[in-house]
Nanobody, 117 residues
Framework: QVQFVESGGGLVQPGGSLTLSCIVSGFNFTKYPMCWYRQAPGQELKLVAHITQAPSTTYYTDSVKGRFTISRDDAKNTLYLQMNSLKPEDSSVYYC??????????WGQGTQVTVSS
């Protein structure tokens, strides 16, 4: 059974930082590129960043380049997203899963990030 357990979200002021974690189980995590997605209320799910298998390369959507860093620990089956210089427009529920077109139907509960003063 595939499971994604996201954590690390919270309320932070503009300019602040958060680190999200996603613990993955139920499939061979090390063999697949992995992604962070986000969804704001009333908006569609959007890809934020992805990381390939080791040796990893990364991709970021333009709006987060230079502020977010995606990483993975294959020994722990865990995906991370370090978020710096947060902006109110980063407020969303964040999810992890595989690449678009390869996502598992069983999404996690997500972790809420709220950026507000």
């Amino acid at each position: 059974q595939v499971q994604f357990v996201e954590s690390g979200g919270g309320l932070v002021q503009p300019g602040g930082s958060l680190t999200l974690s996603c613990i993955v189980s139920g499939f061979n995590f090390t063999k697949y590129p992995m992604c962070w997605y986000r969804q704001a209320p009333g908006q569609e799910l959007k890809l934020v960043a992805h990381i390939t298998q080791a040796p990893s390369t990364t991709y970021y959507t333009d709006s987060v380049k230079g502020r977010f860093t995606i990483s993975r620990d294959d020994a722990k089956n865990t995906l991370y997203l370090q978020m710096n210089s947060l902006k109110p427009e980063d407020s969303s529920v964040y999810y992890c899963n595989r690449l678009p077109g390869w996502t598992f139907p069983s999404w996690g509960q997500g972790t809420q990030v709220t950026v507000s003063s």
